[in-house]
């Protein structure tokens, strides 16, 4: 699996995201700049990773979202290209147009770093296959800004067209506002555009990716994608 | 010769606002009565060269579309000031 991970000023867990890619892929990924305009011929997977991309300012991912690269970024997901999005990098896919709605400020205003459970809700992806659907995982979120709202037409075609990939539940699966730590509709964790090939979340799988971390539960998404290109090989 | 214009971005109704609401509770506490609701907005103060203002009003209505502004969640007014 050939990945490229995309870095902007003010992001800070590109190298995360890079260790995970090339533990689970065994090949290191591209690092690509905010300006550069193409990414390498023969990509895989574009990951947008976490950190407070140009400070967060006007809005989280506002200005990243309209960086140079962000235009190859758009080219290789209409062409069906895999992209992975994971925290400021889900609020840049939002407000790039790559997925739809938005993260709002966390209901109780703080920001949170701890482990989250997620319930997986589809096992029938490329970025869910290593894991079963309804099984729960715990990984850890980081930030301010996760409370994903979206208008009532968008949440009920994200619903109804399975696009909810993963959802903040008890560690039993439960879904309730009391484990709903930022207020976002539905409880949703992470979402699938409607082609099936660009995916948002919060929390940060790559943090949960060998023992030395505590957990391995994010593991599940790594080698999912990596089988999913060995089997398209 | 320029003009100085003002968009002022908002937050659509029915969106919720923590921060609005965090300022709210605040005007609460310091007693200052009255106050039903509180929705916090942003202000941009733009120069403008030249004189020409149906120019400077599309290119405006294009800075607030394409960037001041999430749409999504957010509306936005133009005001050419002078």
Known sequence: MKSAVIVFPGINRERDMA??????????????????????????LVVIPGGFSYGDYLRCGAIAARAPIMDAVRAFAQNGGLVLAVCNGFQ????????PGVLMRNTQLRFICRDVYLRVERSDTPFTRGYNAGQVIRVPVAHGEGNYVADGPTIARLEGEGRVLFRYSSPDGIINPNWNHNGAMNGIAGIINDHGNVV?????????????????DGRGLFAGLVDHFKQAA | ??????????????????????????????????????????????????????????????AAEKLLANTVIENYRIELTG
């Open chain 1, 19 to 44: 260790r995970a890619l090339k533990l689970v892929s065994g090949r290191e990924p591209a690092m690509l700049w905010h300006a550069d305009t193409e990414l390498p011929a023969g990509t895989d």
């Open chain 1, 200 to 216: 948002g979340m919060m929390p940060h799988p790559e943090n949960h990716v060998e023992a030395v971390m505590g957990r391995t």
């Open chain 2, 1 to 62: 010769m320029g003009m100085k214009a003002r968009v002022t971005v908002t937050l659509k109704s029915g969106i919720l606002d923590p921060q609005g609401k965090a300022i709210e509770g605040a005007l609460g506490s310091l007693g200052v009565s009255g106050v039903v609701s509180v929705r916090q907005g942003k202000v941009f103060d733009i120069e403008i060269e030249g004189a020409d203002r149906a120019g400077a009003e599309a290119a405006l209505k294009s």
């Open chain 1, 92 to 99: 840049i896919a939002c407000e790039s147009g790559l997925l």
